[in-house]
């Protein structure tokens, strides 16, 4: 059975940092492509970063370059997304998800497995 478990959410200020952890069980971790999205009130889920272990590969959108970095440790297959400058508008539930191709991709429909969100609040 795959499982993400994604943590670390929380209320921040303005200008803080978070990192969010995603655990992940139940497939080849490196092979997979391990995203986050996120899904703020009366919005589209949208993605926000992916990365593919077994390349290093990683995308991310345009409103966090430079401020959010998504990295993973295969060793404890678990991907992290530690997002710094944070403002009101990364205000959202952010989602862990997976998807056994490994295609480096924000496409939300290219995703089988997803985890539970956790809630990132930001506070101006």
């Known amino acids: 059975e795959v499982q993400l478990q994604a943590s670390g959410g929380g209320l921040v200020q303005a200008g803080g940092s978070l990192r969010l952890s995603c655990a992940v069980s139940?497939?080849?971790?490196?092979?997979?492509?391990i995203a986050w999205f996120r899904q703020a009130p009366g919005k589209e889920r949208e993605g926000v970063s992916c990365?593919?272990?077994?390349?290093?590969?990683?995308t991310y959108i345009d409103s966090v370059k430079g401020r959010f970095t998504i990295s993973s440790d295969s060793a404890k297959n678990t991907v992290y997304l530690q997002m710094n400058s944070l403002a009101p508008g990364d205000t959202a539930v952010y989602y862990c998800?997976?998807?056994?191709?490994?295609?480096?991709?924000?496409?939300?429909?290219?995703?089988?497995?997803w985890g539970q969100g956790t809630l990132v609040t930001v506070s101006s």
């Open positions: 990365i593919v272990s077994a390349t290093g590969d990683t």
């Open positions: 998800a997976a998807d056994r191709s490994g295609l480096l991709t924000l496409t939300l429909a290219n995703y089988e497995f």
């Open positions: 139940g497939l080849t971790f490196e092979n997979s492509a």
